[in-house]
């Protein structure tokens, strides 16, 4: 059993807390705090469906197994780094920060581009797309990807779209439409990304 302390801690969810994982600072521990473990099963259920069509996991961390923890099962999954070591920060937080280098903004309009491509062309369906469920990983002072880390998959009571890729698509395109109008309002306050996002 591994032991998770406050000291390895990473972030809060709805639902979920998330810790470094104490072996290894490359994967992070998820673990159920508030709620049931349907949240989790949806979810695993639906990685494994991803890893069988064998996606690039170039936006998702990957899924490693479920370990147990003093709280409880926990599942495990890569730790998104920056460049330097630190653990990335969410997009939201680009977004709403007020002291955005304007050097970065080029690299995260670039990476929400190819962020929309990619979920598009790999057919990866979420509950939501909010940029709080969204790292940006940071590959250099100015540039990086995106990496989305939760309410991944589909909770429709019967999920036909995550085997018709048709029907995928068009979910993804209404989440996509939903999404971009978020990322515009949160970065009202900055001209030059919302004109970067707009071109």
């Known amino acids: ?6 000291s390895d801690f990473v972030g809060k969810g709805l639902h979920r807390e998330c810790y470094v994982h104490p072996n290894d600072e490359q994967r ?4 159920v705090v508030a709620g049931d473990l349907s949240e989790s099963k949806r979810e695993q ?3 494994k469906l991803l890893q069988k069509r064998g996606i690039s996991w170039d936006i998702l961390p990957r899924f490693h197994g479920i370990i147990e923890t003093n709280m409880g099962a926990g599942a495990v999954f890569d730790l998104i780094r920056d460049y ?5 920060k969410t997009l939201e937080y680009y977004l709403s920060s007020k002291q955005l280098d304007s050097a970065e903004n080029p690299g995260i309009s670039q990476a929400i581009s190819i962020f929309k ?5 790999q057919s990866i369906i979420t509950m939501t797309l909010s940029p709080k469920n969204i790292m ?3 590959t250099g002072p100015n540039e990086g990807h995106l990496v989305l880390i939760d309410n991944i998959g589909n909770s429709d009571f019967i999920p036909i779209c995550s085997y ?3 029907l995928a698509k068009k979910k993804i395109t209404r989440k996509l439409l939903r999404f971009e109008q978020t990322v515009l309002k949160m970065c009202a306050h900055n ?4 004109q970067y996002l707009l071109n």
């Open 1 to 6: 059993m591994l032991l998770l302390n406050a």
């Open 28 to 31: 992070c521990i998820k673990v």
């Open 45 to 47: 259920s639906y990685y």
């Open 84 to 88: 330097d070591g630190e653990i990335s």
């Open 117 to 121: 491509q990619e979920l598009y062309r």
């Open 136 to 138: 940006y990983k940071k």
């Open 164 to 166: 018709i890729d048709s």
């Open 191 to 194: 001209d030059g990304l919302q």
